[in-house]
Each structure stands twice: as structure tokens, then as C-alpha cells.
């Protein structure tokens, strides 16, 4: 990354060419940059480390630790901690801010070894091949940090010891071998230095989580084992939990206290929701325990451009894992996968006292109507908990939202530098006279300005809504902040939607609110997998989404550090739709029905699509009619002047009239440009053998390439204007044969992605 190579280093850095110098340890990074362009600033290895891999949440881990530099404090340090602010520099690299925590914790006290297994702990629930007392280190560990995670093989030195250590996935190699003259030698592959056999006394490959350790000074290697038994002994961590961390279902049950009674069609029509909502996400999950799977292709119109009024959290995409950094599978990995959740205050990242895992443990963040209840009568000398409402008077209009905002947020202080450690947000105070803030909003709204203040980790937050009612709806609360969800239109639709005759009759309300919560979770296990991040810890206030049809200014203000490209409404539109869906909630609910939605599928009067009655017809005119080229021409018209228009960003550009054409002569033939025309990559059996070879000839006439898609291709097709020039290798190598690579123009090697045997592609 130093833009040079391996051997040209003694050549620049005259140091290594001079006798004198010597060392017991060194620590090499040689490799090519990846998802950056070269530059010195970010060669490694940097102060401590060498870093092969990408921390997928470190933008959580920038953000939490920006946090908690209000409350950092150590003896070592004293006055001059405010010196060393801020300790993450967010311009750097991924590799640069993992170097500065490991440096400060470090400094601060700790050891190499224990540092490293704070930030990229091992995975350690439900092993049972671990000791308790290793397990109880690294439960105690997370309610101080959450784990920087993301595929990694990181060397460490403090220039007296030096070790390794791999991501809890193991999704880095590393191998490693001692000899008898005392060398030992770790890198990412074997044969990286010429050791002879005959020398070589032990050799082996780091492990998914551990550790290799070698104690320079005392002269021997330290294995993970006994690495984490002497970190465990360190301090009686099970017994400071079994004290002070409270689990939820230890807490008393209380007796509900009487909520703002609201008709169920009133509530569900004030928060946007449909008869898809029900019909097609919400019984399905209940009856498969499972969140629905649907066909790829969204022809849906971006949020921005809708005319449905969609909720808030539409107006952000998910970001995924790609290019050197690979997914994960939450179904064959699942052991190394977590939705424990912590809610409650955090305290000095720099000590360790029974207090620092004082806060409330959860299985998952999803919270039961009864579970919340406790929580929020939860006895005082346990946490303090407070609700704050995130409703607005329907009076004040739009320009209402953006004051209760502001006072939100003075609530939110003033509750916190009272002692109050959970704070919930709750719109169960809807009404005919309140309109409910967009939950997402508010939680990132009150999140940020915690952050602002520096008194963010003094509580945990818990968002009461009515408003989320899909899994990504979900993510993107926990994304901005949220340490658990009640979700509790959704709950209260159980027994509803039982009554229609969607769910079973026999099935008893608790089981049913049971399979709601194993499918949501199965759902958030996707989400985070797909970004390669193995635990809900590290997900929470991640903020890994892309804004799209956003206002810059609410962007920055309140959503900040979000990715945001193109802008778009602010909070006057956001309000107006809030009162809009409000108003056809009262006063006539009881009896008003659902919209139908038409998200997944057209509906008369719902979600715009692209592919409509009107552009399937005047399509299927056009390739069966007499008329052809003047059926053709309308179905381009439609497309082109309404559907694009409506559903796309590209349907917003224009070419600007007052430019100067380009002469013909200076523009490339039509055929070559054509040859840069590419069909999408789609399997024979996601299409048709028809409809597939009826692409490949078409590219092959207009002189592009076609796609086979990842699952092979007839041989009978290798040698005439049926065949693909582009042939793809994903990771299940369907249909992959030597004959099939090479009657390939081009070769598109697939990288943890593609569909799994009776799965399909997700």
C-alpha cells in the first residue's frame, strides 16, 4: 500500500540495510490495496498492527467510541486523556482505528493479549468446550465494548511481545510454524520464508478466534488456552455478573399499566400500514416462524418518488458485504453468530469494576408487550427507566414535528443527567389528537444528540412503535441506536389476523408472538450476515444504510455520518405525511379498510410498478402483433415517458438543450458501442431455456455478450449464436465443467454469493 514492492523497501528505508540494526520480532504487511488506492497514509504496519481483512462495523465502532470519550478516565493518563481526543481519526483507514484502540487500551493498562480479546473476541456462547470462567471474561467484556468485527488476520506487537489472532468467522488464513533454533514464524500462508524442515518442530493453523502469543523477553510460545485462562483468573468476572447483570426474565412480573385505548384499524392506518402488511409478511412469518422469501427484482418506484406515502425507513438501503470481504452464512454459521443484546448504561471503557456490567442482558432485541411493562416499572435500585413520548399535537401541523423533536431531545437530557440508565421512545400515545413521529427519527435524533452532549452511554434506548412491521424495519432502529424493539401493532395483529382465518385457530397467542420473534430474529441474522458482521452488538448504532431521496441537511443533522448521494424531502414532507396517514385514520377507523399495498404485487390503485397491465400488454403487442414496429414504439413511449419517469433516478435526468451536439464523425460506431452491451446475469432455470437462449442470440446479433447466470449452460449451445460469451463460476459451481470455462469470452468468478442447494439465492 506504500505504492512499492517487498524488495524495494531496503532501497527506500536505508535503516534495513544497515548491520547495526537488529531485533528479536518483526512484523511485515506486503500486499496489494483492495477497496483503496495507494497511498502512505495508509500502509501498514502502523503503530501496533498489521492488518489483513476489513472491520465491517467500524463505522459503529467510530461512532460508540466518540461516545464514550466524555467518560474515559485513567490514573496512567490523568488531565492529559483530554490530549489524546479525539482517539479515532475517521479520514484513516479501518486498520488505522482498530491500531489507535488497541494502543490506547494498551496504554491504559491492559495486556496485548487481553486487549486483542476485547476488541476481536472470540465467538463464546453456547460453546461448551470453553471454560465457564473463559466465557464469563467475554460476557463481561461486552457490556464494556462491542466487537470490532469483519473477516481479519491482525499481527500485534508492543516491541517486546508480538502474536495473532484471527475474526471469530476465521475468515482470514494464517499459518504458523516454530523451529528448533527458536524461530517462529506467522504469516498468511506457508512458504512465505525458506525454513528447512528438518528445523521445523511444531507448525500449525490459527483457529477462528485465538490467539498465538509469543512472549520474546521470557523466550516461549503462549498457546490461546492458556493465554485466556490467565486473562480469565485475572478478576472474578462471574461473579460480578452473576451480582450485577440483570437478565430480563429475572425481572418481576408487573401488572400492566393501563394504556391510551386505541382501535386496532385506527393505529394501523395512522402508522402506513396494508392488507399486504397482514396478509403477505406478517402471517407468513407467525406460520413458518420464518420471514417470507420473495423473487428478485424490485420494480417498485424509489421511496422518494412514490406517491403511497412509505414510512421513513424506505428511504434507507442496506449495505453489503463485497469485493475481499465476503458474507456470512447464518445458517451453517450459526454458532458464531449473536443477538444477545445489553441495554443500559455503559461506564469508563478504561476501568474494570463490578459496575461495568450493571445492565440488563437480553436473548434478542425483540421486546413482548409484558417484557417492556417490566422494564418500565422496573424497581429503581435496579435501572430507571423513563418514557419519552415521540407524538406530536395534530394541531400544531407540520411545523409541530420538528419542535416536539427539539423538545425530545431536552427531555431526553434532562432525564439522563437525572440517573435515568433506559430511555423509551413511545408513540402508544397516538390518538385523534397526536400523530406519531416517524419512530426512526426520533430514535436517531435522540441518539445523535446524546452523542453530542457525551452522555449517550449514561442509558440504553428502547423504542415502543407501532410503526415497524418488517424485519428491515427493525434493522434500521437498532441501526440508529436502539438496544431492543417492542414492535407492538404487530404483536396486537396477531389475534386479529387469527380471527380472519390467516393463522390456525388452535395456535395459542404466546406461541404465536413466539414464531413472530424467532422469524424477525431468523430475519436480522440475514441482514447482519449479509454485511459480514456476526452479532447484534456490533450492528447497534452501526448506521450501515445509504440514504436515498434525503434531504442533505436532515441527512447531516440527524442521521450523520449516513452515506447520502442524491437528496431530496426534508422534514416538512416527512410531517405531511405522517398528518396525512393520521387524518384517514380518524375519525372513521373501526370500520375503514387496509389499503392493499401492491408492494409484492400490482395491485388496482396501490405501489407503482414498472412492470405493469400496461407495459406487459403493449410488450406482448408488440412481439405478437401484426403491427409490430408501431406496437413496439408504444410500448418504448410508455416505458421510457412514464414507467422509468416514475420509478427511477435515471428517469429524473434530461439532456440539456443549449449543449452543442457532438459531430457524428467524432462518435464511435454504432457496432462498437454495442459491443459493450451486457445482458444480466440470470440462470436458465430463473428464466426459461427459452427465453434464455433467446438473450444469448440477441446479444450475439447486435454484437454484445450475454450472461449464462450462475447455473450452466446446454453444451449443445457452445458452438452457435445461442452461446454466452460471459459464463459465471458462483459458488455452488452449478453446471461448471472445463469444456463450459473455455468457450468463455469472459469469466465471472462469483465470491460468497449465489444461491445455496434448495435455498435459492437470498
Known amino acids: 500500500k506504500g505504492m512499492l514492492t517487498a524488495p524495494q523497501l531496503p532501497r527506500f528505508f536505508s535503516d534495513l540495510r544497515d548491520p547495526r540494526l537488529e531485533s528479536s520480532l518483526a512484523v511485515v504487511h506486503s500486499r496489494f490495496s483492495t477497496n483503496t488506492f495507494p497511498s502512505w497514509e495508509l500502509a501498514h504496519p502502523y503503530r501496533m498492527t498489521a492488518h489483513n481483512g476489513e472491520i465491517n462495523t467500524v463505522r459503529g465502532n467510530r461512532n460508540w467510541m466518540r461516545a464514550r470519550e466524555e467518560q474515559l478516565g485513567s490514573p496512567l493518563f490523568g488531565d492529559d486523556i483530554k490530549k489524546l481526543l479525539p482517539i479515532l481519526n475517521g479520514e484513516l483507514s479501518d486498520s488505522a482505528s482498530l491500531d489507535a484502540m488497541l494502543e490506547l487500551l494498551l496504554l491504559s493498562g491492559r495486556s ?19 471454560s465457564e470462567e473463559v466465557r464469563d471474561f467475554f460476557a463481561y467484556h461486552d457490556s464494556l465494548i462491542e466487537p470490532w468485527d469483519g473477516p481479519a488476520a491482525v499481527a500485534f506487537t508492543d516491541g517486546r511481545s508480538v502474536g495473532a489472532t484471527l475474526d471469530r468467522n476465521g475468515l482470514r488464513p494464517g499459518r504458523w510454524l516454530e523451529t528448533r533454533d527458536g524461530w517462529v514464524v506467522f504469516a498468511s500462508e506457508t512458504g512465505v520464508l525458506r525454513v528447512d524442515e528438518a528445523d521445523v518442530i511444531a507448525r500449525g493453523r490459527l483457529h477462528p478466534g485465538k490467539l498465538l502469543f509469543v512472549d520474546v523477553e521470557g523466550g516461549r510460545v503462549v498457546g490461546d488456552a492458556e493465554l485466556k485462562a490467565g486473562l480469565a483468573a485475572r478478576r472474578p468476572y462471574g461473579k460480578w455478573r452473576s451480582e450485577r447483570a440483570v437478565k430480563i426474565e429475572d425481572i418481576e412480573d408487573r401488572s400492566p399499566r393501563v394504556p391510551r385505548v386505541e382501535p386496532l384499524r385506527a393505529k394501523q392506518l395512522a402508522f402506513g400500514w396494508s392488507e399486504e402488511d397482514l396478509g403477505v409478511l406478517l402471517a407468513p412469518m407467525v406460520r413458518s416462524s420464518a420471514e417470507p422469501t420473495g423473487s428478485m427484482g424490485n420494480d417498485t418506484a424509489l421511496a422518494v418518488l412514490s406517491d403511497r406515502r412509505p414510512p421513513l425507513f424506505n428511504y434507507f438501503k442496506q449495505l453489503f458485504a463485497q469485493v475481499t470481504n465476503p458474507a456470512i452464512d447464518p445458517i451453517r454459521e450459526s454458532i458464531v453468530m449473536s443477538l444477545q443484546a445489553c441495554v443500559g448504561p455503559e461506564i469508563n471503557l478504561l476501568g474494570e469494576t463490578p459496575d461495568h456490567c450493571h445492565q440488563l442482558v437480553m436473548s434478542q432485541p425483540i421486546l413482548r408487550n409484558f417484557e417492556l411493562e417490566k422494564l418500565r416499572q422496573v424497581d429503581h435500585q435496579v435501572f430507571e427507566a423513563r418514557t419519552v ?11 409541530g414535528m420538528e419542535a416536539r423533536l427539539e423538545e425530545i ?26 400523530a406519531a413521529l416517524p419512530s426512526l427519527l426520533a430514535t ?10 457525551g452522555t449517550r452511554l449514561r442509558c440504553g434506548l428502547v423504542v415502543e412503535s407501532g410503526e415497524a412491521r418488517e424485519v428491515h424495519h427493525i ?34 397467542r404466546a406461541e404465536a408472538v413466539d414464531a413472530l420473534i424467532k422469524a424477525i430474529g431468523k430475519g436480522l441474522l440475514k441482514v447482519l450476515s449479509k454485511m459480514g458482521i456476526s452479532t447484534i452488538r456490533s450492528y447497534t448504532g452501526a448506521q450501515i444504510f445509504e440514504a436515498i431521496g434525503l434531504d442533505r441537511q436532515l441527512v447531516d443533522r440527524h442521521f450523520t455520518g449516513t ?49 405493469n397491465p400496461e407495459t406487459i400488454a403493449t410488450l406482448q403487442h408488440a412481439a405478437h402483433g401484426e403491427e409490430e414496429p408501431e406496437a413496439y414504439e408504444r410500448f418504448q413511449r410508455y416505458v421510457n415517458d412514464v414507467a422509468v419517469r416514475r420509478s427511477t433516478l435515471r428517469g429524473l435526468l434530461r439532456f440539456r438543450e443549449e449543449v452543442q451536439p457532438v459531430p457524428i464523425d467524432e462518435v464511435e460506431p454504432a457496432a462498437d458501442i454495442a459491443k459493450r452491451f451486457k445482458s ?27 450472461n449464462t447466470g450462475e447455473g450452466g449452460e446446454d453444451p449443445a449451445r457452445f458452438h452457435d449464436e445461442r452461446r454466452s460469451a460471459i459464463k459465471q463460476v458462483a459458488s455452488g459451481r ?13 469469466l465471472q468468478i462469483k465470491i460468497a454469493q449465489g444461491a445455496k442447494p434448495g435455498e435459492g439465492g437470498q
Open 112 to 130: 496485548l493479549p487481553h486487549a486483542m480479546s476485547m476488541l476481536i473476541p472470540e465467538a463464546y456462547q453456547g460453546r461448551r468446550e470453553l
Open 389 to 399: 413520548d415521540i407524538t406530536w399535537p395534530v394541531a400544531q401541523g407540520p411545523e
Open 409 to 434: 431531545c431536552q427531555e431526553a437530557s434532562d432525564w439522563v443527567n437525572d440517573g435515568v440508565t433506559i430511555l423509551i421512545l413511545s408513540d402508544r400515545n397516538l390518538g385523534a389528537e397526536r
Open 444 to 453: 436517531a435524533v435522540v441518539h445523535h444528540h446524546l452523542v453530542r452532549q
Open 475 to 508: 434493522a434500521c432502529l437498532i441501526g440508529y441506536g436502539a438496544a431492543a424493539v417492542n414492535p407492538y401493532v404487530m404483536i396486537e395483529s396477531l389475534s386479529a389476523i387469527q380471527r380472519e382465518g390467516r393463522l390456525p385457530e388452535t395456535l395459542d
Open 563 to 611: 452515506p447520502s448521494r442524491v437528496g431530496g424531502i426534508g422534514l416538512d414532507v416527512l410531517a405531511g405525511e405522517a398528518l396525512d396517514r393520521h387524518a384517514r385514520a380518524y375519525p372513521a377507523a373501526t370500520s375503514a379498510l387496509l389499503p392493499s399495498g401492491g408492494v409484492y404485487a400490482w395491485r388496482r390503485g396501490g405501489e407503482f410498478h414498472g412492470w
Open 680 to 706: 444480466g446475469g440470470m440462470s436458465l432455470g430463473a428464466l426459461s431455456p427459452e427465453a434464455h437462449e433467446t438473450l444469448a442470440v440477441a446479444m450475439n446479433r447486435v454484437g454484445g455478450k450475454s
Open 734 to 746: 452449478f453446471g461448471v465443467t472445463i469444456d463450459y470455462l473455455v468457450n468463455a469470452d469472459e
